[in-house]
Structures are given as structure tokens and as C-alpha cells.
């Protein structure tokens, strides 16, 4: 936890109400979220218990199992679980643009993509364990599933494995996005409580938030005490009415909560960069139905070394762009980096735009700006940097000394001799500048798979028998 939200937790106890610790939002929300809150059966991995989605707030759908430990309902639970998700997904396959690439072939990206919101990571979890429970089965041979099952499988996977994503907002966990605009004054355990934290958010904290019989828990688990004292002895009764209106008193209140959640994020301005992060979930999202369009297997239950590292490669450099971004977006983020010395803001004292280096052919515009700032700066000479007022603009360190930062204009100020106006801060003008940027750069190749050891997924060697191996053998 970072200095500035706790103390936005300290304030939000003295006040009774959650503080904003952004400006504006950090994720993408789909003009038509499938809302999906899943329950599972106590005690059991992956057995589903209930599901309650939809895409309208006034008309949610209600799955249950009235049996979650007979094999042949839960399968056909998930059948009526695929005859509402594929639809929705598969709707935003019919709208493509093309989409031109530098050194590669461009490639069909969707206008628009699905958006699964969940309650909390926990949810998130649960799809995961859903989605690998159900995409190897198979519609014919031993142990046939319904048609659908299989792909719908395919497609939970690809969403939790999208959450997990730095940035991408395919998947949302209502809690943990609330969590990244808000801080509560409860610990971070307690805002795993969708009730308790929108509470805190709205109107402050309130007991009822705490009462399971008012508030049950947003999934995926139920509360002990329902499952011994309501739960139980439905499903023993054999009546599917009643196991279902009791699945639909715990799921409702979620249900009222998860759209409450959307519209407390849609009332804070997207960020800039989100609609560049989007643009990058669209363009996976359209992969994934390539591949499945292509006859491609089922995802793997693990990767290999190869797919691992590369996968590793890939959210590093998303979370690295992810915190640029939404540094650059949100000045309360930015405060953040300010505290650390990695950033600092200050008015410009001194300018010089028309400062050039080299002579003749090398001649280079190089404009040096003075800064006076009273933020900490633990930066050194020759630190790359960059700015949110100037976004194409790289500047260098040269001094920062008795809070005055000397930095030198390296690009962004177009290509003539003398810079395009406005791209060199004036004097009087507020900046910030920090060293954060994204240039990054490239991971290194990697092998083929059959290039490997055979202790990471190759071939084995060949075995060649020695004079060693003989002596041994007849010894």
C-alpha cells in the first residue's frame, strides 16, 4: 500500500466515507457488460451451484442446480450456461475493421468486444476452474456433454486468463476496480465485501453491510450458516422450487450490487490511455476466435517453457506500460511517483529553445529548460524522461540541484531548425516531468520448443553408449 492511499484510508475513517485516490478510470466499461456472479457448492472444487447473468439490470437470468453432485445436471447447468454466454459472445464476431501492421500482414480486428464483470477475484477464480472443467469434454464418445459445453469452456478460460492481464478490461472484478478508484477506511480484506465497500463508497460504513441475512456474500462461496440452515435442507427435500427461490435470495442483492458497482465507474471520465488498452483487448479477443475458427485444440492445461516465457515477456511489458499509463492520465497517481523521487512538477523559471549542439551536418536542436520544483528528485544526470502535458516529447536530466532541475529537450519538437510552437515549455508554465516513459525495450528471442533441453519440453538426447557404459553393463 502506497503512502498517499493510506492516508486516503486514514481520511476515509476520519470522515466516515471512502476518499477518490483517482481522477478518472482506469478501465473500459462496455456499453452492454454481461454482468456473471457464479455460486459453487461448499466443499467442492468446481461444482457449480447457481449463476445469476445478464445483460439488462431489470431482466437477470438464474441458473441453478438443484443437484450440484449429479454429474448429468451440472453438465446440462452448463449447457443453459452456454446458450446464454455464446450468443452474447459470438454477437461481436459480425463487425470487423482491418488493421494494417508495420513489418507483418494486417489482420481482421472486432469493432466491439464482450465484457464479463465478476464480483470479485475470487469470481474470477471460480470461471478459471469452470472453464477447465468443461473445454476438453466432448459431445460424443464415453461421457458425452451437450453441444456448446466444450466451447464455452474455451471461451471462460480465455476471460480468466484475461483478467489476470495488466490493463485489459475483457474481465472485471467489481471489487478489485472499485478498489483501484477508492480507498475505504477497512483493510484490504475487508473490501473483498462487495456490499461493505460500495457502502463505504456511497454513504458511508453501515452495519447492514455486515449481515449476511441482508447482504449475503457476492460469491463464489455461500455463507456457512445459509448452506446448513436453508440450503441443505432444500436440496434434500427434493424440491426445485425451493432450491431455487433460496439461490435467488442469496444472489439478487449481488445482482443490485454489481450494477451499482458499473455505475460508480461510469461516473468517473476513462482515461486516455484506455481506449489504446481496449484497442489491444480487441485485437486478442479477435485472435482467440481466429484460432477457435482455425480448428485450434483447447488451450494447454499448463504451458510450456517456451509459451511461459513468452507469456511472462508479455505482461511484463503490459504492466509497465499499464503504470505509465495511468500515471500520465491521473495526476493522483502521479503523486505517487512524485513522493518517490521518480517525478517532480514545479513552475519553469528559465528556457532556452533555441539551443542547439554539434556543428554543420550534426547540428542538433537541443532546448535546455529550468525547473523550480519543491518535490524530492532521486534521479540521475542522464535520466531519459518524459511528460503527461506533452506525451511526444523526450527530455534528458542534466542537474537538479537545490530544487532547481536543468533537462534537456531530446524530441517531440518536429523537424525543422526551430522548435513548433508550443513544444517547448515557456517560462511561468506548470510541468512535470518523470521517468517513467514507455520505451521499451524489445524481450529477447526465444528459442524453438525442439531447440530446448528436454527438462524444458524438447527432445531427448540421443543416447550414445560409451566404453563407460560397456564396463558397467558386465561388471
Known amino acids: 500500500m502506497s503512502l498517499l492511499t493510506s492516508l486516503a484510508r486514514l481520511r476515509a475513517i476520519d470522515e466516515g466515507i471512502a476518499q477518490p485516490i483517482a481522477t478518472v478510470r482506469h478501465c473500459h466499461l462496455s456499453a452492454r457488460p454481461m454482468v456473471f456472479i457464479p455460486l459453487k457448492l461448499s466443499g467442492e472444487a468446481a461444482a457449480p451451484l447457481a449463476a445469476m447473468l445478464g445483460t439488462e ?22 449447457a443453459e450456461l452456454a446458450g446464454l454466454l455464446l450468443p452474447y459472445i459470438e454477437g461481436f464476431l459480425s463487425g470487423t475493421e482491418t488493421v494494417e501492421r508495420r513489418n507483418a500482414d494486417p489482420y481482421e480486428r472486432v469493432l466491439d468486444a464482450p465484457q464479463l464483470v465478476v464480483p470479485n477475484p475470487a469470481g474470477v477464480a471460480f470461471t478459471r476452474l469452470l472453464g477447465r472443467s468443461t473445454r476438453f469434454r466432448r459431445p460424443d464418445g464415453p461421457y458425452p456433454v451437450p453441444e456448446g459445453v466444450p466451447m464455452l469452456g474455451r471461451w471462460l478460460t480465455y476471460f480468466a486468463e484475461r483478467a489476470a492481464y495488466p490493463g485489459s478490461s475483457l474481465t472485471l472484478a467489481a471489487t478489485e476496480e472499485l ?16 456490499a461493505a465497500l460500495t457502502g463505504w463508497i456511497t454513504e458511508g460504513p453501515s452495519d447492514d453491510a455486515e449481515d449476511p441475512l ?24 427434493g424440491s426445485a422450487e425451493r432450491v431455487t427461490e433460496a439461490l435467488r435470495g442469496q444472489l439478487e442483492p449481488t445482482w443490485r450490487l454489481m450494477w451499482q458497482a458499473i455505475d460508480l465507474l461510469g461516473g468517473l471520465p476513462a482515461g486516455a490511455g484506455v481506449a489504446q488498452r481496449w484497442e489491444q483487448d480487441r485485437g486478442s479477443f479477435s485472435g482467440m476466435a481466429a484460432q477457435i475458427a482455425e480448428g485450434a485444440p483447447p488451450q494447454a492445461r499448463r504451458d510450456g517453457a517456451i509459451a511461459a516465457a513468452s507469456r511472462l515477456a ?9 503504470d505509465v499509463q495511468r500515471a500520465y492520465d491521473d495526476p493522483l497517481v502521479m503523486a505517487e511517483y512524485r513522493l518517490t523521487g521518480e517525478a517532480f512538477a514545479g513552475e519553469v523559471v528559465e528556457s532556452d529553445p533555441g539551443r542547439v549542439e554539434g556543428e554543420g551536418r550534426s547540428r542538433k536542436l537541443r532546448p535546455l529548460v ?78 524453438e520448443a525442439e531447440a530446448t533441453p528436454w527438462t524444458h519440453g524438447g527432445p531427448p538426447r540421443e543416447y550414445v ?10 561388471s
Not at 314 to 322: D, F, K, L, S, V
Request: glycine share 10%; with cysteine; aromatic share 6%.
Open 314 to 322: 508479455r505482461m511484463e511489458r503490459a504492466q509497465a506500460a499499464y
Open 370 to 447: 529550468v525547473i523550480k520544483t519543491d518535490d524530492p528528485v532521486r534521479l540521475a544526470p542522464g535520466t531519459a524522461l518524459g511528460t503527461p502535458q506533452r506525451r511526444e516529447q523526450g527530455a534528458e536530466l542534466v542537474s537538479a540541484r537545490d530544487g532547481r532541475v536543468t533537462l534537456k529537450i531530446t524530441k517531440g519538437m518536429g523537424r525543422s531548425k526551430t522548435p513548433a510552437p508550443g513544444s517547448v515549455p515557456e517560462v511561468g508554465e506548470r510541468v512535470c516531468y518523470t521517468s517513467l516513459t514507455d520505451d521499451f525495450k524489445g524481450s529477447p528471442g526465444l528459442p
Open 57 to 78: 439490470r431489470a431482466t437477470p437470468h438464474l441458473l441453478v442446480v438443484t443437484q450440484p453432485r449429479n454429474r448429468d445436471l451440472r453438465f446440462a447447468w452448463a
Open 465 to 474: 553408449p560409451t566404453d563407460e557404459d560397456a564396463l558397467e553393463e558386465w
Open 179 to 194: 478498489g483501484r478508484h477508492w480507498a475505504s477506511g477497512q483493510s484490504g480484506l475487508e473490501d473483498a465485501n462487495l
Open 214 to 237: 441482508i447482504w449475503p456474500p457476492a460469491g463464489p462461496a455461500t455463507d456457512p450458516g445459509f448452506d446448513a440452515e436453508v440450503l441443505a435442507p432444500a436440496i434434500e427435500s
